[in-house]
């Protein structure tokens, strides 16, 4: 072993090549053939996730279901609760209106990630999801459904198969709970896996308290 130039151990030739550089190698040589595919993607065919589409389709198969039913209060009911549902689908398509303002990229996005810096670009983006995330009062439709994950299913709806941007921008933890409750599985709540991290201050006390006990 012996020190190149810019301080970093050098490598003796005698040695052979490093396990390391076999690895890195090897990852290029897939990530080329990711990249590859995904360049061929427009030939792909894309499906909209059925899934995700679920909690949207069955409020209105709940709706209609509850139409066919007799009785005067069922019919006031079904009325407000569809005047719900057609007030979270109004305001999901203002915030899909402006959803193309809010992604477009810029040239101050590329100086905001080399300074390491919130570009606007990303305030604008978590402005939206915030308004998006404030529906309407709709308590007659909350009876009947999970008014977020409603929300979040009727956002992926407005987006092309090969383009959810928007409906995960603004609801990836919503999407993803559908897509885990419909396939039998389940999501862990964010400020759970924080709790199942520890501290880098945590981890150094007791690294110190185990080299004071040795």
């Known amino acids: 072993m012996g020190e190149s130039e810019n ?3 050098a490598r003796s030739g005698a040695l052979g090549p490093f396990i390391l550089e076999h690895l890195q190698g090897f990852g290029k040589d897939v990530a080329d053939e990711f990249l ?7 030939g792909l065919a894309f499906k909209s996730d059925q899934d995700l589409l679920r909690p949207y389709h ?6 209609s279901e509850m139409r066919s039913l007799p009785g005067a209060k ?3 009911f079904v ?3 569809r005047g719900d549902l057609e007030a979270v689908v109004k305001h999901v398509d203002a915030m899909k209106s402006e959803w193309p303002k809010a992604s477009r990229p810029s040239k101050e996005r590329e100086r905001a990630q080399k300074k ?4 606007s670009q990303s305030n604008r983006i978590n402005a939206l999801q915030r308004t998006f995330a ?5 308590s007659y439709l909350a009876l009947l459904g999970d008014v977020p994950e409603v929300r979040a299913s009727y956002a992926y709806s407005l987006c092309a198969p090969n383009n959810p941007n928007f409906a995960f921008a603004m609801a990836s933890d919503e999407l993803c709970n559908i897509k885990a409750r419909e396939r039998g599985g389940t999501t862990l709540d964010r400020k759970f896996t924080e709790l199942m991290s520890i501290p880098k201050s945590t981890v150094r006390t007791l690294s110190a308290l185990r080299a004071s006990m040795a």
């Open 74 to 76: 069922v019919d006031d």
């Open 116 to 119: 390491g810096v919130r570009s």
């Open 58 to 63: 069955r409020i209105l198969e709940k709706l």
């Open 7 to 9: 301080g970093s151990i």
């Open 36 to 42: 590859a595919k995904y360049e061929k993607k427009d």
């Open 134 to 138: 404030s529906e309407p009062e709709v």
């Open 79 to 81: 009325a407000k609760a």
